[in-house]
């Protein structure tokens, strides 16, 4: 199932979703509610695929034991056949309001690389994140940077920028919930998704 | 007359739903030091049915939220007049009151109330407010009492009342892992909450136009953020920005031409313009550094926003003409998000300092900065549209909250929801 191809139905059905969707708790002839019902359950089933697999890197969690994370292959990897990267991580942590990549990621990042340079057609969306702390506006400008350094080092590597897509998500989808460092830490990374 | 024509302007499609959504509950934690003292006394009522609100008490509430009043308790009045010919004035006089509102309520045919009211001076015992009333339908009692408390709080303080205008936020309810997001909707209290856009995606980033009529919002939609400009009366929308990469934290101008709004799609965040009616989209900044928050001066002459170009986030001042860039705040680690008040006197921005997150308030006269606020991981902060408070986002017991706190940092409240994470307050202007 292609996340993305359903994404797109439900932005093109759109306009007439908004006219059938309006608000079930609302009474009389309010129509300042805007239900979302035409793409949300393909969105839930996105939402749930990286979240749930990045949570249970977080259930598993140490301080030190972060960049040795393990998470599970995504769905989408799995059908696109993508064998050679299997077991390969896909989430990269980052340091406080920095968009280095840390030498730990380079391996995996590697991997990835020479996975999209031999697959031309293959292409990944950066999911860029932060922390809670700051503004949310500029943590959306923190997380885009740091999806762009990942998808720097990539094209570094060989890879077509034409494959890559980098996009942020701020502090708006954390993995962790506390307001500790540890959940911060988890919560500083770019996720890599297959598209 | 005048207030209902404003009724049926601003309210035409913001109606009260009864109690399906948890309501934002009002705690005050600290206030000024000199309040003055008034007794707001139950208004009489000779009819039958049930009335759907107290409106004396909401009048109460509003005048002790600002900060400025104390009211005097119920169970310490010794009468309750309802007109100023019962009015005692020793009566209040004991009880130290230095004001007295009255009022009175009268079912009309048609299903309307006649709500009348006054404002009495207890030491010269003669009426501040003269008996003036206002007719409205059940729902809008709410409506009558915040325009009762705007009346007496600028007859009182000089300063226009803000208890009529209305905040947007946004919930993120349920499932911590799979929240649903809640645009919303309500009264500056926090009650009377309705829906504005649900989604299970991210929604950020709400601003309302200066009319009160529409609002723009950021919405993540298939995992990319968009943004959108919404009729609130009749929830019609249009998307307006969806370029790749950033679309994000528009900003209507003051003169509600033109939106303020970051986009990446030149590969880093940098400040356009967009035009409503053309569409026409200027590029306003020109930076490698993260350019992102912008927010129009009252004037519309300058933008204010956050840039790191000089290493740390902190907030510049674009002029919009010139396109020239200057530096405006140089204290604290750093300055993000900034709101001038409606003076332009104050700028009001989310400092930290030695590791804390707090809402900062420079004059921009004077160049003095003050702390305002001492919760934890503070942001988002929005001015009333008479310039008297701030409100903001913070965290309290592990959840997100809204809380408010006046512009000279002496009274603070906090508006805890029942539950789910609240942030991203946004106040409204006044409805015209």
Request: charged fraction near 25%; hydrophobic fraction near 35%; aromatic fraction near 8%.
């Amino acid at each position: 199932m292609s996340v993305n191809k359903l994404g797109k139905f439900a932005v093109i059905g759109l306009s007439a979703a908004w006219i059938a969707g309006c608000s079930t708790t609302a009474t009389d002839t309010d129509t300042s509610t805007v239900a979302e019902d035409a793409s949300s359950t393909e969105q839930a089933a996105a939402t749930n695929d990286t979240t749930g697999s990045s949570d249970q890197a977080f259930g598993a969690g140490e301080e030190g034991a972060l960049t040795s994370v393990i998470v599970e292959e995504t769905p989408a990897a799995q059908d696109t056949g993508m064998d050679s990267l299997a077991g390969v991580e896909t989430v990269f942590y980052f340091d406080f309001d920095k968009s280095i990549v840390r030498p730990e990621s380079r391996e995996a990042l590697a991997k990835h690389a020479e996975y999209l340079v031999s697959h031309p057609d293959a292409r990944i969306v950066l999911e860029g994140h932060a922390d809670e702390r700051g503004t949310r506006e500029y943590n959306m400008a923190l997380g885009e940077r740091r999806a762009k350094a990942i998808s720097r080092y990539l094209t570094i590597q060989g890879v077509a920028a034409s494959q890559i897509e980098t996009v942020s998500f701020g502090e708006e989808v954390p993995v962790a919930f506390g307001h500790d460092s540890d959940a911060w830490q988890l919560n500083r990374r770019v996720e890599v998704r297959y598209e | 007359m005048m207030f209902k024509k404003c009724l049926s302007a601003v309210f035409l499609c913001l109606f009260y739903i009864n109690s399906a959504y948890a309501q934002l509950v009002i705690e005050i934690t600290s206030g000024a030091d000199q309040l003055l003292p008034i007794a707001v006394v139950p208004f009489g009522y000779s009819g039958v049915d049930a009335l759907p609100e107290d409106v004396a008490k909401i009048v109460e509430d509003d005048l002790t939220r600002s900060g400025l009043f104390q009211a005097i308790p119920r169970s310490n009045m010794l009468s309750l007049p309802s007109k100023e010919e019962d009015v005692f004035y020793r009566d209040w006089r004991v009880l130290k009151s230095d004001y007295v509102i009255i009022g009175n309520i009268q079912k009309l045919p048609n299903n309307q109330f006649r709500i009348g009211f006054e404002l009495l001076n207890v030491l010269s015992q003669k009426s501040v407010q003269k008996h003036s009333s206002i007719d409205v339908g059940a729902r809008n009692f709410r409506d009558a009492a915040h325009y009762i408390s705007d009346k007496v709080y600028e007859l009182l303080t000089g300063t226009k009342g803000a208890f009529s205008t209305r905040i947007l936020y946004v919930t993120a309810e349920g499932d911590r892992k799979a929240p649903l997001f809640k645009l919303q909707v309500a009264d500056a209290d926090g009650h009377r909450p309705q829906v504005v856009v649900e989604s299970k995606e991210p929604i950020l980033s709400p601003s309302w136009s200066m009319d009160g009529r529409k609002i723009a919002y950021v919405m993540f939609r298939n995992r990319r953020p968009n943004i959108f400009i919404q009729e609130l009366a009749t929830g019609k929308r249009q998307q307006i920005a969806q370029f790749r990469g950033l679309n994000g934290a528009p900003a209507w101008s003051p003169d509600g031409k033109k939106l303020a709004l970051v986009l990446s799609k030149d590969n880093n965040p940098e400040i356009y313009t967009l035009d409503i009616a053309t569409q026409k989209l200027e590029r306003m900044t020109n930076h490698y550094a993260i350019d992102t928050e912008p927010s129009w001066e009252p004037d519309g002459k300058g933008i204010v926003f956050t840039s790191d170009r000089g290493g740390n986030p902190q907030i510049y001042r674009l002029d919009v003409n010139s396109k020239r860039v200057e530096r405006v705040t140089f204290e604290g680690e750093l300055n993000t998000r900034a709101r001038m008040t409606p003076d332009g006197r104050y700028l009001v921005t989310v400092q930290k300092d030695d590791g804390n997150y707090h809402i900062a308030l420079q004059d921009m006269k004077t160049g003095r900065v003050q702390i305002l606020t001492e919760t934890y991981l503070d942001e988002s902060p929005s001015i009333a549209p008479n310039g008297s408070m701030v409100m903001y986002a913070t965290t309290y017991q592990g959840k997100g909250i809204l809380a408010v706190v006046s512009v000279d940092g002496l009274v603070k409240y906090k508006l805890p929801s029942a539950d789910g994470d609240v942030r991203e307050p946004s106040w409204s202007p006044y409805f015209k």
